[in-house]
């Protein structure tokens, strides 16, 4: 994690995190990393909707159409936190962790990751099936890879920008 933070800090990229499955446990691991202060802002743990919607301004609509696990919660989520936070990126993660809130479309284990930088957002989808703290730890895991992957991608494009 720490060459990514470096990689973002060179760049003078910011980054914030919103959180719904994780509960806070991908920030915890970013701001364990020394230096971690020269890139991340902060974050929001926005576990009900009403914080989504009220913090992060993910759209009633969205949610009642969608879900709060879904790629397009996910997607609002990042865009949401990147906005509020005034940051250069926004990385979020919305899932089931369980055991239990399992719905029959929607089983423990789905989650969605999601990068949200100033030219789009990067959505992923995953299937966990360990136990809830496995599960949570495999979110956070996924959008790191998922923000690795964006930042190290644009690194070789032409633009200067996220």
Same mark, same amino acid.
Do not use: C
């Given at each position: 994690?720490?060459? =990514?933070?470096?990689?973002?800090?060179?760049?003078?990229?910011?980054?914030?995190?919103?959180?719904?499955?994780? *509960?806070?446990?991908?920030?915890?691991?970013?701001?364990?990393?020394?230096?971690?202060?020269?890139?991340? $802002?902060?974050?929001?743990?926005?576990?009900?909707?009403? =914080?989504?919607?009220?913090?992060?301004?993910?759209?009633?609509?969205?949610?009642?159409? /969608? *879900?709060?696990?879904?790629?397009?919660?996910?997607?609002?989520?990042?865009?949401?936190?990147?906005?509020?936070?005034?940051?250069? $990126?926004?990385?979020?993660?919305?899932? $089931?962790?369980?055991?239990? *809130?399992?719905?029959?479309?929607?089983?423990?284990?789905?989650?969605?990751?999601?990068?949200?930088?100033?030219?789009?957002?990067?959505?992923?989808? /995953?299937?966990?099936?360990?136990?809830?703290?496995?599960?949570?730890?495999?979110?956070?895991?996924?959008?790191?890879? =998922? =923000?690795?992957?964006?930042?190290?991608? /644009?690194?070789?494009?032409?633009?200067?920008?996220?």
């Amino acid at each position: 994690m720490h060459d =990514l933070l470096e990689v973002l800090k060179s760049r003078r990229l910011s980054l914030a995190v919103a959180e719904g499955d994780t *509960g806070g446990l991908l920030l915890a691991g970013l701001t364990a990393a020394p230096g971690s202060s020269a890139v991340v $802002i902060g974050g929001v743990v926005a576990y009900a909707d009403a =914080l989504k919607t009220e913090l992060l301004e993910v759209q009633p609509e969205l949610l009642r159409e /969608h *879900g709060a696990v879904s790629a397009a919660a996910a997607r609002a989520m990042a865009s949401g936190v990147r906005r509020l936070a005034r940051a250069d $990126i926004g990385l979020a993660t919305t899932g $089931i962790a369980g055991p239990g *809130g399992a719905t029959p479309t929607k089983p423990v284990g789905l989650a969605f990751v999601a990068v949200a930088t100033g030219s789009g957002a990067h959505v992923r989808e /995953h299937r966990w099936t360990g136990e809830r703290a496995a599960n949570r730890q495999a979110s956070a895991d996924a959008a790191l890879a =998922l =923000l690795r992957e964006v930042v190290l991608n /644009h690194a070789t494009e032409q633009s200067s920008t996220l």
